[in-house]
């Protein structure tokens, strides 16, 4: 190989710290020196801003992908990261760029999610820090606008190989033609390894068009067989005879059709078998075809591949001869197999249409058969990630197989559950549409994949979608399958959640218990779908001040869960610690939720990571306790800490970044630092009406800890008129009675006071008093925030003996978290108001 010249590099020698998932060169690779001098010093400009992308267009077969691999390894030592990533599914470019995150100290997939993760890693390419020299391959990137949002525009290089012309309007393109005449002759003799006349060579290239991919093969079968090079013209032109009469694939350049003619029909002689391989895998994806697909299929029903699937040794043997005949990739080191897009796509015109039928058919069954059980298992999804890139190559939803079917929704449900929600959304809907074409949009399967679509849209953040998704799957549900059927169970929990997410707290929570009598009578009432119900009951709850049956049923889950042996992940044994930790403090049992809480921090901390969502949500309930129970600077540099990780890790506009910055806030104001804690509430609670709804409870409730800070800021003018709106707000939305309604009233009874209106606060004091104590008792730490703030009413009414009453009643009551100095007792024994704010807790 004549290298090129590296005089004007100026980087030491050395190999990148980060170098993954780059294929190995081709041996055989020659000449194009021209090609890679132009595409260094292409992908090196530098514009007044940062290095333009540069894309590697041109025909199929002319060997982009192999340059881009040469380029990658001839020039590795001028990078400090250098990346491969598939592209030619949108689906493969977010987990490969994903994986990036943990070489780049950033949390990995698993703590994130799939799209977050590569968001992340896009923008801390773009910043420089900790790479500033790195290079991004997006190869067979055939559609602008499914990679272009992917792209970091920062210091390093990005190259794209690419079919399409149309990158040309997006950034410089280097065409990439044929082999000149000496190149291909070149590489012939190479590729030969004999000695072969210029002459011979010569005429084989003018034959073969000099298209890399046909010499490639020409090569690979001469070798292998020592067919000489006059043989070989002879079987070419019979091939090209014979395809020009009639059969020559269309689109495909001629001289690589015969090329592949003649090494097809040469191995079909020598080994059948290889051939029956290789078809099967023109029907996967052009990505790598795990090896396990064939190992763990050797029991399935496929019967041009049962006899060679189930006699390993045939197997190998036909692998081989492919590798052999350059008609396939075989790579042991990663147990793949690899098939050309172009060798697939003329596998696949070569057949009748009735094969390629059944062919397809046979290759979702392997799919299907090697696919793991359980998407909710973390430890399986490296199982599914293998097998995705095949799903939509391998036309997935044109089966109408059981089995087949089953597999695409453990597929959607993975791509979910890994937080992959677009690629998740299009599968989906691209297996409802043809689904609902082929068998009714009642069919099973059909509902089904609209339960997963009402998952996915809710964690889209589409949550008014998610809702009619839900409500008419629902009523299909009970409807076609019944009530008590498995699935329809399942949408029931969906469903719920669509009416938390809208603030239905209390619809939510009489279709939760249905739900839990239905799993309650059946034949497993402990079983984890029967858990999780209960877990969401107990969150619905919560959600309508029922504190002590919150705690109940979190503490039921919570046992349940951790004495489970199957379908229990440490993640779902997280939520369900860290929901009764904050079940526990909103019950006002500020000391005991601090050492829960504690306890299932530390938990996510050691088995799932610090920057675990679950973690992360537990930080968020932590600070929140230890805020309560006074602990006031540790409870901030927790929230700061945590707002900072879910920033990085989600962006400002998901829910748990701003429940985070409401919690930063909240603690900066508990701090005493009211114009800090002023200006990151105002920016979260003007996210909260795009996420949520201009009404709903979270919305109105946030507009009151805003109020809040707008009278200790001194206005409190302004404090009342949000805390009117917010109160009517909730009030309509979920009653007077309410939590969240009665906190409003107390902060409006403080604005009222401050406003010299003392009749109007003692008014309200008077009446929100009373139904705190008949909602959440007079103990509750509501009950007693109201009380101590009246008593300041009625003194300023003249109410002198009815003040001193509540007093002393109140202090007698706060007596043990005087002892241990809990704020609002000290506030109520020095005669302060207690200001009670709200943090919105997960739905």
Known sequence: MVELSHAANTVPERQPEIWEKVPPRNRNFTGRDDLLLK????????????????????????????????????YRSHYDLVWWIPADQRVLVPSALAAMAPHLGLPPVS????????????????????????????????????????????????????????WEDHFETLQV???????????????????????????????????????????????????????????????????????????????????????????????????????????????PIPRDVFRKGNKAVVPRLSAILSDPILLATALSELRRF????????????????????????????????????????????????????????????ELVAHVAPSGLEECTDRRARSFAMRMVRYLYRSGNYQSAHSFVTSFIERWTEVSGPDHPDVLVAHRHLGNILRGLGQYATAYEVDHKTLDKMKEILGPEHAETLST????????????????????????????????????ASALRVVYNLALDYALTSDYTEARRLHQETYLAQSDATDGISKGTLLLSWNSLARAV????????????????????????????????????????????????????????????????????GHPDTMAAAINLSNALRAAGNIDEAFAIAEKAVARYPAVY??????????????????????????????????????????????????????SLQSDLAALGESDEAREIGEDTLGRLRDLLGENHFLSLACAGNLVLDLRATGAEKEAETLYADTMRKYERPLEIGHPDALFASQGRRIDCDFDPPPI
């Open 39 to 74: 595409l260094r010093q292409g992908i090196s400009t530098v514009t007044a801003v940062v290095p333009q992308p540069q894309a590697l267009q041109g025909w199929g077969g002319v060997g982009k992908t192999h340059l881009a691999i040469e380029y990658a390894h001839r």
């Open 111 to 166: 703590a994130t999610g799939v799209e977050e993760a590569a968001e992340a890693v896009r923008r801390t390419l773009q910043s420089g820090d900790p790479y500033r020299r790195w290079l991004l391959i997006f190869d067979n990137a055939e559609e602008p606008g499914q990679v272009e949002e992917f792209i970091p525009r920062g210091p390093g290089h990005v190259l794209i190989t690419s079919r399409n012309p149309k």
């Open 177 to 287: 033609d044929v082999f000149t005449r000496e190149e291909s002759v070149a590489f012939l003799k190479k590729r030969l390894r004999r000695e072969v006349p210029d002459a011979d060579a010569s005429r084989l290239a003018e034959q073969l068009g000099d298209l890399p991919l046909a010499l490639e093969q020409a090569g690979a079968l001469q070798y292998e067989t020592g067919m000489s090079v006059d043989e070989y013209l002879e079987q070419l032109d019979e091939q090209a005879s014979r395809l020009l009469g009639a059969n020559r694939a269309p689109g495909y350049p001629l001289s690589m059709t015969a090329a592949w003619k003649v090494s097809v029909s040469l191995l079909e002689d020598r080994l059948p078998e290889a051939i029956t391989v290789l078809r099967c895998c023109a029907f996967f994806g052009p990505e």
């Open 326 to 385: 350059a008609l396939a990739r075989i790579e042991p080191a990663t147990r793949t197999i690899q098939v050309h897009r172009l060798v697939q796509a003329l596998l696949r015109d070569d057949l009748r249409e009735e094969d390629q039928r059944e062919i397809r058919h046979e290759v979702h069954v392997l799919l299907a058969g090697s696919a793991p059980n359980d998407p909710d298992d973390t430890d399986r999804w490296r199982g599914f990630e």
């Open 492 to 527: 029931i929990n969906g469903y719920a959640a669509s009416l938390r997410a809208r603030g239905d707290f209390l619809a939510a929570r009489t279709l939760d218990q249905e739900s839990r009598v239905t799993y309650m009578n059946g034949p497993e009432p402990t079983s």
């Open 585 to 652: 403090r909103l019950c006002g049992d500020y000391t005991e939720a601090c050492d829960l809480g504690e306890e299932a921090y530390a938990y996510g901390v050691q088995e799932l990571t610090l920057d675990h969502h679950y973690t992360l949500l537990a930080a968020k309930d932590l600070s929140i306790a230890k805020r309560r129970a006074g602990e006031i600077s540790e409870a901030l540099e927790l929230a700061h800490d945590t707002h900072t990780r879910f920033q990085r890790l989600f962006g400002d």
């Open 693 to 746: 709804g201009p009404d709903h409870p979270y919305t109105n409730a946030c507009i009151g800890n805003l109020a809040i800070l707008h009278r200790l800021r001194g206005d409190a003018a302004v404090a009342r008129a949000l805390n009117e709106k917010a109160r009517a707000g909730l009030i309509t939305k979920v009653s007077r009675n309410h939590h969240y309604s009665l906190s409003c009233a107390i």
